[in-house]
């Protein structure tokens, strides 16, 4: 079965604490991972894709196919990070699936 | 560009009606995807199309269906509106109809009573 799981739907650390969102995926195929992003009352975005491997906004993600995981990563939180982050899975083209979703808030 | 544009932002309608909603993609895309998205959930993908042919379909019953227009635009038609049809769907579009980036709509909410 093709799946995409977030364990967590609210996530909440202080301003310049790392931070982990945690994806994991299921899928038989050569995978293509996303994390999109929606900032309040703004539209959904992409914020990187594994297959780019850059570094947008101090996030990192890792494809890891042994543990079929794709964790967010940034070594140091901000205040403006605070929105809901979406992992994605692409399988082969024509299909966009994607997890249930968790929600960052960052205190100051 | 204003990006990808949906229409009407807004909908009410009563079981068992039929709604159409509308998108148009940012300039130069040929890839359009329908997701819905349900309260608390993330986006359920309902169905891609790529150069005016349906190219993927998501787990959805036959009342749900699109068409993509020659300029690339595309409506969502939903037949026989039941109550669990309330919810935001998104349209997004993409260059082709590979796994790329994707740039979504603001969405059109629809409410069913």
């Known amino acids: 079965a093709q799946r995409v799981t977030q364990p967590e739907k609210l996530l909440s650390v202080f301003k310049g604490a790392p931070v982990e969102l945690k994806c994991n995926y299921s899928y038989s195929g050569s995978p293509e991972l996303f994390w999109y992003v929606q900032y309040s009352r703004q539209r959904l975005q992409l914020l990187l894709r594994h297959i780019s491997r850059e570094s947008i906004k101090g996030f990192t993600a890792d494809l890891n196919k042994g543990e079929t995981s794709f964790h967010l990563k940034k070594p140091f939180a901000q205040e403006e990070d605070s929105a809901m982050y979406y992992c994605?899975?692409?399988?082969?083209?024509?299909?966009?699936?994607f997890g249930a979703g968790t929600r960052l808030f960052v205190k100051a | 560009d204003a990006g990808v544009t949906q229409s009407p932002t807004h909908l009410i309608k009563t079981r068992g009606q039929h709604v159409t909603l509308r998108c148009s993609p940012i300039?130069?895309?040929?890839?359009v995807s329908w997701y819905q998205q349900v309260l608390g959930q993330g986006p359920q993908f309902i169905f891609q199309?790529?150069?005016?042919?349906?190219?993927g379909r998501g787990n959805f019953p036959d009342r749900f269906s699109a068409r993509q227009f020659p300029n690339y635009s595309s409506e969502l038609n939903v037949n026989a509106l039941l109550l669990g049809d309330s919810a935001l769907y998104l349209c997004a579009s993409s260059l082709f109809y590979s796994q790329e980036t994707q740039y979504f709509g603001p969405g059109t909410r629809l409410l069913v009573l």
């Open positions: 300039s130069g895309h040929k890839s």
């Open positions: 199309y790529y150069e005016k042919e349906e190219r």
């Open positions: 994605a899975l692409g399988t082969g083209g024509f299909k966009t699936i």
